[in-house]
């Protein structure tokens, strides 16, 4: 191989070296070129197989990249492709009010039953959605007239003396919270999750309440108690 033919791949071989040094350093050079280009492929086939949309989305950048260079001209019969956020804003703008509305409803309907699932209807959130879900379907006094025994309106009430000694709660509001109370009661009672029954298991209850009572017994104490109930089941108990 001749150092006069060779050329110049990033700027930093040399040309015309007739030294050993030269020859040598454009050799290195060579060397450092393959390593780095082994190194790009071995990371680009690594996106190929770890991310299925690597492809397309390389496509759509030498496409984007074309239609920048050709200042907006289409590509074949295919226009220049647009950004997703311009895609996703002139979709917005075709929106009719009617269509906006159900998708904000479905969202939210979305969102409720997201945050209720599991262990997170658990949460301070979850109890004061329950609370204001309640409050709902409690019937309210008419901010018409009075509403304490000082005669005073409800424009005329400070929200900060509420709870305070002297203030009086009529018999109508005592009765409504306690129906709902009663109420709440009753959907509690009448409440009923389906569970598996197995017909092959022990019988160490007396009604469904305390079978899931006794379950939540062995899991908290089998591993202390199971190897004493085996010993007292076999009569073999010390």
Known sequence: MSANTEEKADGEVKKGGNSLQDRLFNLRMKINQGRKAN?????????????????QKQRYLQKLAEAQQGEGETLGDEPAPKSKKWDKEEGLMQQTAEQAEYAAEKARKKEEVKS???????????????????????????????????????????????G?????????????????????EEARKNFSKR???????????????????????????????????????RGTAV
Request: no cysteine.
């Open 116 to 162: 209720t699932f599991g262990w997170q209807a658990f949460t301070a959130e979850a109890t004061h959605r329950a609370y204001e879900k309640r409050l709902k379907k409690l019937p309210t006094a008419s901010r018409s007239g009075t509403s304490s025994g000082t005669g005073e309106s409800h424009l005329e009430e400070n929200p900060l003396d509420y």
């Open 39 to 55: 190194k790009e492929e071995v990371e680009e086939e690594y996106k190929r197989f770890s991310n299925p949309k690597h492809e």
């Open 164 to 184: 305070k000694s002297g203030t009086t709660v009529t018999k109508a509001g005592l009765d409504r919270l306690t129906k709902d109370i009663e109420d709440r």
């Open 195 to 233: 569970r598996m029954n197995y017909d092959a298991s022990d019988v160490d209850y007396i009604n469904d309440k305390n079978a899931i009572y006794n379950k939540k017994l062995k899991r908290a104490f089998d591993k202390y108690t199971v190897e004493i109930r085996q010993n007292l089941e």
